[in-house]
Structure formats: C-alpha cells, structure tokens
C-alpha cells in the first residue's frame, strides 16, 4: 500500500533560513508527487508537482523539491525563508488511480 | 480559477443528528473527493466521485456516506453524528488526467459534535 512519511510535524525557523523538509513515500510503480501549502486560516493550495522529466522542479514563492527516485524522496526546499512561509505544508503521493496519499503534514513557523 | 466552495465554515451539530456538507465547484471537474483533517495525521480520504452517481470508499468511510446526482455537487453525510467526527472536513475536485493534476481545494468546514 502506498504510504508518505514526512520526517517532522514542527519546524521553527528564524527569517532568512535556510529550509528543507522531508518526504519519503512507499509505492513501486510510477508516481506523481506533489506539495500543498495550507496558509493559516486559507485552503490548501498547491506548491509545486513532479509527474516526469527534470526531477528538480520549482514551484511557487522560491519553492523547490527535488524527486530521488532511488530513495524515495521528494525533499522541498527554500534557500531563505520568510515571516510569511508560516504554514503547513503537505507532500503528496498518487499512484495509479484516483487516490492521493498525503502526508500527516509539517507546520513550519518562521520567527520575524 | 477553480473555485471549490463548501457550504459552511463552522458547524455545530448533536451526537444522532443526521448531517449534511456541501460542496460545490464549478470547473466541470469530473472527480470530486472528500478529506478530514486532523492534527498529526494530515489528510484521509473518506470517499471519492470519479463521475455523477459514481461513488468509491476511501480509508476512514465508517459513519458516512456520499451523494453525487449532479458533476458540480458533492455531498457528505454523516449518518448519526458521534464526538469522534469532530473534525475538519475538506472538499477537493479535479480533472479526469493521466495523474498528474493537481486537487483544488474548499476552505474546509470545521464541524464539532457535541
């Protein structure tokens, strides 16, 4: 069965860090991979996705996520952080199918 | 823009009540999906719609059931309220795709049973 395990549930940060979080996913087949940002009191919305080609990929707001097929990540990154990247942050696996696993989510609070 | 609109924010029903969420979108998406939300366990699928008066179970479907007569709308009923449905429910619809499209989705509803 597919499952994504996100390595933290917290991360406190100061502005102008440094941020990378951590996504792994079991699943043996070819697979979508997507971040979901949820902004305090706002939907989910997407942050960047990864379906094929050029596994480093960027997405909004200096977001990045890099897909290592051979370990079964897909990190997200952002070189400097700012108050305003406060949010949960979600990665997302889909498989073959209709469903997408997503993880238990990691809320990120970035100190001004 | 995809627009996913859910029909409350907050609600607050008794335990045994029959109760009804709404969602509705308007991009013509062909599937349409139902989440809770709950703290350190992220999202969980409770059911989904590939298509009108299609329905599939998700992971946690015990103690609800779904209605889908018409594509835009996506309803979630929760049979007889218990305490441990108090959560945070999420509407998303996407497009019929090759998997790799994105879920747009609702502002979510708060529902707490009392």
């Known amino acids: 069965a597919q499952s994504v395990s996100q390595h933290n549930h917290h991360v406190i940060l100061s502005e102008a860090a440094s941020l990378e979080l951590g996504c792994n996913y079991s699943y043996g087949g070819t697979v979508n991979l997507f971040w979901y940002v949820q902004y305090p009191g706002q939907h989910l919305q997407l942050l960047l996705k990864y379906f094929s080609g050029d596994p480093l990929v960027k997405g909004i707001k200096g977001f990045e996520a890099e897909f290592i097929k051979s370990k079964f990540s897909f990190n997200l990154r952002k070189p400097s952080v700012q108050w305003s990247d406060t949010a949960e942050y979600f990665c997302a696996v889909r498989g073959g199918g209709f469903k997408t696993i997503f993880g238990a989510g990691t809320r990120l609070f970035v100190k001004a | 823009d995809v627009k996913v609109t859910q029909s409350s924010r907050y609600l607050v029903k008794r335990t045994g009540e029959k109760v009804f969420l709404e969602c509705v979108q308007d991009?013509?998406?062909?599937?349409m999906f139902w989440y809770r939300q709950d703290p350190g366990l992220g999202l969980r699928l409770i059911y989904f719609s590939y298509d009108v008066k299609m329905k599939e179970k998700g992971d946690i479907p015990e103690g609800y059931s779904v209605s889908r007569e018409k594509k835009e709308r996506f309803s979630l009923i929760l049979e007889s309220a218990s305490t441990n449905q108090t959560s945070m429910y999420l509407c998303?619809?996407?497009?019929?795709?090759?998997?790799?499209?994105?879920?747009?989705f609702g502002d979510g509803t708060r529902l707490s049973i009392l």
């Open positions: 998303a619809s996407s497009p019929t795709d090759r998997g790799n499209q994105p879920q747009h």
């Open positions: 991009m013509d998406h062909e599937n």
